[in-house]
């Protein structure tokens, strides 16, 4: 999301549950987003052999402030060991911060 907000013009991040593979495809033109979630049976998989599950349109900044409040949500709601326990991950505090930072600036 911070490389979106950044202004790269396509990211992608990939939710794996074992077998199935959930990736988020983002791009941006300008001020607006699109963001394509496809489920793939195999996270190896191209992804036009993925199945669209939802897609939609959203304004940079509204997508931003949306990552942020869920970033926000999960960290106060497990903490870095609870996020570390359900997802073998920590929270992703320094790409929050970062984010935040990005959004920040795209306000001043």
């Given amino acids: 999301m911070a490389r979106l907000v950044a202004g790269e013009t396509e ?3 990939q939710f794996e549950s ?3 593979a959930y990736r988020w495809i983002f791009w941006r ?3 607006d987003s699109w963001l394509r979630v496809l489920e793939l049976r195999d996270r190896r998989d191209h992804d036009n052999r993925g199945t669209e599950i939802w897609s939609s349109q ?3 900044d509204r997508l931003a402030r949306a990552a942020i409040r869920c ?3 999960v960290a106060q ?3 870095e060991s609870g996020c570390r326990g359900r997802w073998g991950e920590h929270c992703p505090r ?3 911060e970062a984010l935040r ?3 920040r600036t795209r306000l001043s």
């Fill in 11 to 13: 990211t992608r991040a």
């Fill in 58 to 60: 959203i304004g940079i």
């Fill in 71 to 73: 970033f926000d949500e």
């Fill in 29 to 31: 033109e300008g001020e």
């Fill in 77 to 79: 709601t497990y903490g």
């Fill in 101 to 103: 930072r990005l959004y």
């Fill in 18 to 20: 074992v077998p199935t």
């Fill in 94 to 96: 320094t790409e929050l």
